[in-house]
Antibody
Framework: EVELLESGGGLIQPGGSLRLSCAAS????????MSWVRQAPGKGLEWVST????????YYGDSVKGRFTISRDNSRNTLYLQMNSLRAEDTARYFC??????????????WGQGTLVTVSS | QSALTQPASVSGSRGQSITISCTGT?????????VSWYQQHPGKAPKLMIY???TRPSGVSNRFSGSKSGNTASLTISGLQADDEADYYC??????????FGGGTKVTVL
């Protein structure tokens, strides 16, 4: 069974940095692209970033490009999201997601429960 | 990145069928058969219900079905049940390795 456990969320001041982690289990982590998707309080879903299985290719949504960095440690079965220059509009629950396919990452995903990030002074 | 367009809410009585639309453009829904649908109950993680426009993952009820015509995808829930009351989101590949979601639809079971 796919299990994804996010951590690292919390309250951070505008302009600050935070690193989220996602511990994966129940599948061969090194085979699958992984993504982060966020949901602002009471709002819809927004794709944030995706990383290929080997970690070579990374993709970002326009709203986080240049500020967020996705990475993975395949030896630790862990996905990361480094968030810099945080803004109030980055306040959201951040979900870790595993693609259903090992290649085409955009065809659907299984999700963790998320971790809440609040950017406020 | 503009979101896909979904109705804010759809309602139906138990046992009835409802359809949720997801309207995109010739850059996302139109040219790609990579539309997914997710169900989200309050406080829970989204659950994949449909992928590749019309494919159900193992374990998802066959009361859920998907389709697409032109730039609009649709999710139909037949035999509506109380537990179907939730928020539903569509997503689509948009090319250049980007993904876009719909704004979400709240389904109410009367």
């Amino acid at each position: 069974e796919v299990e994804l456990l996010e951590s690292g969320g919390g309250l951070i001041q505008p302009g600050g940095s935070l690193r989220l982690s996602c511990a994966a289990s129940g599948f061969t982590f090194t085979n699958y692209p992984m993504s982060w998707v966020r949901q602002a309080p009471g709002k819809g879903l927004e794709w944030v970033s995706t990383i290929s299985a080997g970690g070579i290719n990374t993709y970002y949504g326009d709203s986080v490009k240049g500020r967020f960095t996705i990475s993975r440690d395949n030896s630790r079965n862990t996905l990361y999201l480094q968030m810099n220059s945080l803004r109030a509009e980055d306040t959201a629950r951040y979900f870790c997601a595993r693609s259903i396919y090992t290649d085409d990452w955009y065809r659907g995903s299984y999700w963790g429960q998320g971790t809440l990030v609040t950017v406020s002074s | 990145q503009s979101a896909l367009t979904q109705p804010a809410s759809v309602s139906g009585s138990r046992g009835q069928s409802i359809t949720i639309s997801c309207t995109g453009t010739s850059s996302d829904v139109g040219p790609y058969n990579y539309v997914s649908w997710y169900q989200q109950h309050p406080g829970k993680a989204p659950k994949l219900m449909i992928y590749d426009v019309a494919t159900r993952p193992s374990g998802v009820s066959n009361r859920f079905s998907g389709s697409k015509s032109g730039n609009t995808a649709s999710l139909t829930i037949s035999g509506l049940q109380a537990d179907d009351e939730a928020d539903y989101y569509c997503s689509s590949f948009r090319g250049s390795n980007t993904l876009v979601f719909g704004g979400g639809t709240k389904v109410t079971v009367l």
